[in-house]
Antibody
Framework: QVQLVQSGNEMKKPGASVKVSCKTS????????FSWVRQAPGQGLEWMGW????????KYAHNLQDRVTMTTDTSTSTAYMELRSLTSDDTAVYYC???????????????WGQGTLVTVSS | DIQMTQSPSSLSASAGDRVTITCRAS??????LNWYQQHPGKPPLLLVY???RLQSGVPSRFSGSGSGTEFTLTISSLQPEDFAIYYC?????????FGGGTKVEIK
């Protein structure tokens, strides 16, 4: 079965960086892409960007594009998201989600990792 | 960016009730609309994609409809496990955007 398993929770100081991993199994890694989505405590869902697993092409949300880098490692079927220059506003649960295209632009996030809590505090 | 607005933001209902949640887009998104369910402390779960297509394994009491700018998610007979937060999300263009969520609570 399809599984996305994320790395553990992180505690960071303001100005630091964090790198979250998302190890996948149960499907052909290079046939899909990933979106990363974050959720601040008690808040809704915010899309951060996506990456195609095969080519590594990326698209980032406007407000994060200067601080975020998404990558994949096809040899280990793992996706990564690095966020730099952290502030308290980045405290959130970060999710990786597999993206599936259905044709003609229809795209959904059909499998999700369990989430990684990143806490930014001095 | 396309703004997604859900209504209501919360509702109280009883098991067995029929529940309808509405999602409106700030511009036409054709049928590129997905619905997710989220329980506390859990990741979202895809329920419906492309406005009306039920994700594999999702109970048939869930259904989606709509196109253009107005969409609905209907739960035909609410079950105890359906008390959760529901989000719509458009995939018409990037940035992908989500609605603010609808919390379905027990009456």
């Amino acid at each position: 079965q399809v599984q996305l398993v994320q790395s553990g929770n992180e505690m960071k100081k303001p100005g630091a960086s964090v790198k979250v991993s998302c190890k996948t199994s149960g499907y052909t890694f290079t046939n899909y892409g990933f979106s990363w989505v974050r959720q601040a405590p008690g808040q809704g869902l915010e899309w951060m960007g996506w990456i195609t697993a095969y080519s590594g092409n990326t698209k980032y949300a406007h407000n994060l594009q200067d601080r975020v880098t998404m990558t994949t490692d096809t040899s280990t079927s793992t996706a990564y998201m690095e966020l730099r220059s952290l502030t308290s506003d980045d405290t959130a649960v970060y999710y990786c989600a597999r993206g599936t295209y259905y044709g003609s632009g229809s795209y959904s996030l059909d499998y999700w990792g369990q989430g990684t809590l990143v806490t930014v505090s001095s | 960016d396309i703004q997604m607005t859900q209504s209501p933001s919360s509702l109280s209902a009883s098991a067995g009730d029929r529940v309808t949640i509405t999602c409106r887009a700030s511009q036409s998104i054709s049928a590129y609309l997905n619905w997710y369910q989220q329980h506390p402390g859990k990741p979202p779960l895809l329920l419906v994609y492309t406005a009306s297509r039920l994700q594999s394994g999702v109970p048939s009491r869930f259904s989606g409809s709509g196109s253009g700018t107005e969409f609905t998610l209907t739960i035909s007979s609410l079950q105890p496990e359906d008390f959760a937060i529901y989000y719509c999300q458009q995939s018409y263009t990037t940035p992908l955007t989500f609605g603010g969520g609808t919390k379905v609570e027990i009456k």
